[in-house]
């Protein structure tokens, strides 16, 4: 109901000044007052679209409100002045040539720089609120990769000692811890790496062939899914313009798509050459990426402590390919199964 009001301001400014700009237009023949009138005219349109832009942005109420807030301001403001003007014009024996017309184009202006300077206030709060959440995960990041790795670093070492005692299932439980730790040391690296990617302000793009990088992804993962059918078509000239993460973000596709791709998993991998782009398509025949899944990546949802993601890998696939100007789509075929495309500017 706020934000209605609040963008319901800014529709009576622009309803205003349209009305009186209309008004006159059609009452005028000079050159001059036409081009006014016209001149007023566009503001209020202006203000009108504005409204509805505002109405349907991503900025919060609040935001909103103070917009609108910056509006009244202006319009209040120098309303009260040009009562003013006018009432000293009257007492002096002094006239004004259409007083309401000329107020209203002066109070337009006004308003449209009031305006101007809410929306460059919200622009930098939000800024300065970016800033200090960004320092606060940055924090959050640094504690928790410490804790990882000091972790990684404990189960590691504790496998060493398990593994390769008398005990056969002692062993086995040290091979088991081994792999623990060896699997966190290995988060950590990729959190790190991607990490420093999406917080470097220009990130060096080169061309990069795509297909030895899908078929190195695949060779590594073979081994822990044995009876995965994956099938890889990929056409030579698919340079894409990307860096040495990008095999992160492929890596944790093909391995999402073969944990969840059936049983045993069946991948299909297709890597194209576009005409400006290199397209990635991971397809699997597995039930599915959850509907929910797919709108926190995408940023449909929220994230919050009741709805929220259950892995990293997505994510992580979704940073990389954004920081390198690319994307990550979604396809839900009607059967069983999902397809994951990974989208990057082609190089030349």
Same mark, same amino acid.
Do not use: C
């Given at each position: 109901m706020k934000r209605l009001l609040g963008c319901g301001t800014l529709t009576l400014t622009g309803g205003g000044l349209g009305?009186?700009?209309?008004?006159?237009?059609?009452?005028?023949?000079?050159?001059?007052?036409? =081009?006014?009138?016209?001149?007023?005219? *566009? +503001?209020? %349109?202006?203000?009108?679209?504005?409204? #509805?832009? /505002? $109405?349907?942005?991503?900025?919060?109420?609040?935001?909103?409100?103070?917009?609108?807030?910056?509006?009244?301001?202006?319009?209040? =403001?120098?309303?009260?002045?040009?009562? *003013? +003007?006018? %009432?000293?014009?009257?007492?002096?024996? #002094?006239? /004004? $040539?259409?007083?309401?017309?000329?107020?209203?184009?002066?109070?337009?202006?006004?308003?449209?720089?009031?305006?101007?300077?809410?929306?460059?206030?919200?622009?930098?709060?939000?800024?300065?609120?970016?800033?200090?959440?960004?320092?606060?995960?940055?924090?959050?990041?640094?504690?928790?990769?410490?804790?990882?790795?000091?972790?990684?670093?404990?189960?590691?070492?504790?496998?060493?000692?398990?593994?390769?005692?008398?005990?056969?299932?002692?062993?086995?439980?040290?091979?088991?811890?081994?792999?623990?730790?060896?699997?966190?040391?290995?988060?950590?690296n990729q959190v790190g790496t991607v990490t420093d990617l999406i917080e470097t302000e220009e990130v060096d793009r080169e061309p990069v062939a795509v297909g030895p990088l899908v078929e190195e992804s695949v060779t590594e993962l073979r081994p822990q899914f044995p009876d995965a059918t994956v099938s890889v078509s990929a056409d030579d000239k698919a340079r894409a313009l990307a860096g040495d993460p990008l095999k992160i973000a492929v890596s944790e596709l093909i391995e999402n798509a073969l944990v969840h791709g059936g049983d045993p998993a069946t991948v299909e991998i297709r890597v194209a050459a576009e005409r400006r782009t290199v397209t990635v398509s991971i397809s699997d025949a597995g039930p599915g990426i959850p509907a929910t899944e797919r709108e926190l990546v995408n940023g449909e949802q929220e994230v919050t402590q009741l709805t929220h993601s259950n892995g990293l890998g997505l994510w992580l696939s979704k940073w990389v390919v954004e920081a390198y100007g690319g994307r990550l789509e979604f396809q839900e075929p009607d059967g069983d199964g999902a397809t994951v495309t990974l989208r990057l500017d082609r190089a030349e």
């Open positions: 009305l009186v700009s209309g008004r006159q237009l059609l009452g005028v023949t000079g050159r001059v007052e036409t =081009a006014i009138a016209v001149f007023g005219l *566009l +503001i209020g %349109l202006g203000f009108l679209a504005g409204s #509805g832009v /505002l $109405l349907r942005s991503e900025l919060r109420t609040k935001h909103v409100l103070r917009v609108a807030g910056w509006n009244l301001l202006g319009v209040v =403001a120098t309303s009260a002045v040009l009562v *003013l +003007i006018l %009432l000293y014009q009257r007492s002096s024996g #002094g006239t /004004l $040539l259409a007083p309401l017309f000329s107020g209203t184009i002066i109070v337009g202006v006004s308003a449209t720089a009031h305006v101007l300077i809410g929306v460059n206030d919200v622009r930098r709060i939000r800024a300065r609120n970016l800033a200090r959440q960004r320092e606060k995960t940055t924090v959050m990041n640094r504690l928790i990769r410490h804790d990882l790795k000091h972790s990684a670093q404990v189960l590691l070492g504790l496998g060493d000692v398990l593994a390769g005692t008398p005990d056969p299932d002692v062993d086995v439980i040290g091979d088991r811890v081994r792999t623990v730790g060896s699997d966190l040391a290995e988060i950590d």
